[in-house]
């Protein structure tokens, strides 16, 4: 009876491993295979011209301009692209995580970072939408996507999936949007070409998130157990030992 438990225990938790990793696969495939056939709808059916929702969207955000939303938008253009964005913000996060010993995390980030760039540049070769004409800021070719919202939208999920804290998934998807206005502040992109960004970014993370989650889970929980033994042991130093009494008193 006792073999057959054990047994179907094993069962369920590999079941229940199979269905965790199975979602994040589909949910990512799905948000990757939106976003190109948007640029195809994009590109196909309106030629790179924009929707009408585009053009509303950007009269809104271009009414908006000035000081302080460039300083915002040119700070924000700087952090999720370049050398900052692709560079210091990927490889210093992985040195982070490997100081805390969480290498598998640390691989997971690199590689979502690198798989996002790479789709955004395929999907802008394929599609070669026309930027916007009111553009105030030096950009490389292509519009949809827009690779500073995948960046951002990849790094809000990883860091979710890596510290799983409601706040960081919060945090993480107001940067994602954060980035996605100022980039249409700054005339760079149009607002469909920051939904496919964030489609794509999400995707990535999603399905790289597929292939490491058995590694990460247990990664983390031994991280947690670490932490919790370390927790204890400096309490337990911080107790005080009872005094004992003079064996006259006794």
């Known amino acids: 009876m006792q073999a057959t438990r ?3 225990a094993k069962q369920a938790d590999a079941s229940v491993r199979t269905v965790r990793r199975r979602a994040p696969l589909i949910g990512g495939i799905v948000a990757i295979v939106t976003a190109a056939l948007l640029g195809f709808v994009i590109m ?5 011209l924009p929707f009408e929702v585009d053009e509303q969207w950007a009269e809104e955000v271009f009414a908006m301009r000035g000081p302080v939303g460039d300083v915002f938008a040119y700070f924000m253009n700087a952090l999720g692209g370049g050398v900052i964005g692709v560079f210091v913000i990927p490889v210093g996060t992985a040195v982070v995580l490997l100081l805390v010993r969480r290498p598998w995390a640390a691989l ?6 690198a798989a996002s760039a790479g789709v955004v540049q395929v999907l802008k070769s394929a599609f070669g939408r026309a930027r916007p004409e009111d553009m105030i800021v030096v950009s490389d070719f292509g519009s949809f996507p827009s ?7 990849t790094i809000a999920v990883a860091v979710g999936v890596i510290v799983p804290r409601l706040w960081v998934w919060v945090l993480g998807a107001l940067y994602t949007v954060l980035m996605a206005i100022s980039r249409t502040y700054l005339g760079a992109h149009w607002f469909s070409d920051t939904v496919g960004g964030a489609l794509v970014g999400v995707g990535v993370a999603l399905v790289l998130w597929a292939i490491f989650a058995v590694p990460l889970e247990r990664e983390r929980l031994q991280w947690i157990d670490r932490v919790s033994a370390r927790n204890a ?15 006259s008193l006794r």
């Open 108 to 113: 997971y980030f690199i590689a979502a970072s």
């Open 6 to 8: 054990t047994v179907q």
């Open 233 to 247: 042991a400096r309490a337990q130093e911080h107790v005080t030992p009872p005094r004992h009494r003079p064996s």
């Open 147 to 153: 690779g500073h919202v995948a960046n951002a939208a």
């Open 44 to 48: 196909g059916r309106f030629g790179g």
